[in-house]
T-cell receptor, first 114, second 111 residues
Framework: AQSVTQPDIHITVSEGASLELRCNYS??????LFWYVQSPGQGLQLLLK??????LVQGIKGFEAEFKRSQSSFNLRKPSVHWSDAAEYFC????????????FGAGTILRVKS | EPEVTQTPSHQVTQMGQEVILRCVPI?????FYWYRQILGQKVEFLVS????????KSEIFDDQFSVERPDGSNFTLKIRSTKLEDSAMYFC?????????FGPGTRLTVL
């Protein structure tokens, strides 16, 4: 069965510091990979996605993620965190076919200290 | 920019009552989904819908749940007899290809 692991439940970083959120997945083949962000009481906003091609993908709000097939990982990074980045971040996977369900990780809550 | 909309934003109901959660997917999308998120937990898949029928459903999606696309624009989730444990945020999503677009969610509170 597909699964997604986000090993860090909470992360606290200082404003201006770099950020890396970890995501590992278990799936028989390379899936579609996604990162979503959720602010308190809000819906899910797509930050970025990997379907194929360049393994370093750029997203919105200055985020990027790198797909590493050998490690089954899709870690999210940002070089300089802003206070407005405080939110919960979810990694998700789906099989490489249209119309398939997303399987989400448990999420990582990011706190930003000034 | 087109977006998925959901109504109501918050629904409070008594245990045993029926609720219908409504969604308007993005107009040219073909695939529709419902997910739920119990407070403090991860987002869980409930059901996917394509070509006017359910394409996949999770073990959560038992006989108390049903989905419908009553017209060309709405997509609904019905819970026939709500239980306390149905209290959650329910998200609708739609997709044309691989990327799913989520609505803002309906918070369902069962008392």
């Amino acid at each position: 069965a597909q699964s997604v692991t986000q090993p860090d439940i909470h992360i606290t970083v200082s404003e201006g510091a770099s950020l890396e959120l970890r995501c590992n997945y278990s799936y028989g083949a390379t899936p579609y990979l996604f990162w979503y962000v959720q602010s308190p009481g809000q819906g899910l906003q797509l930050l970025l996605k990997y379907f194929s091609g360049d393994t370093l993908v750029q997203g919105i709000k200055g985020f990027e993620a790198e797909f590493k097939r050998s490690q089954s990982s899709f870690n999210l990074r940002k070089p300089s965190v802003h206070w407005s980045d405080a939110a919960e971040y979810f990694c998700a996977v789906a099989p490489m076919e249209y119309g398939n369900k997303l399987v989400f990780g448990a999420g990582t809550i990011l706190r930003v200290k000034s | 920019e087109p977006e998925v909309t959901q109504t109501p934003s918050h629904q409070v109901t008594q245990m045993g009552q029926e609720v219908i959660l409504r969604c308007v997917p993005i107009s040219n999308h073909l695939y529709f989904y419902w997910y739920r998120q119990i407070l403090g937990q991860k987002v869980e898949f409930l059901v996917s819908f394509y070509n006017n029928e359910i394409s996949e459903k999770s073990e959560i999606f038992d006989d108390q749940f049903s989905v419908e696309r009553p017209d060309g624009s709405n997509f609904t989730l019905k819970i026939r007899s709500t239980k306390l444990e149905d209290s959650a945020m329910y998200f609708c999503a739609s997709s044309e290809f691989g990327e799913q677009f989520f609505g803002p969610g309906t918070r369902l509170t069962v008392l």
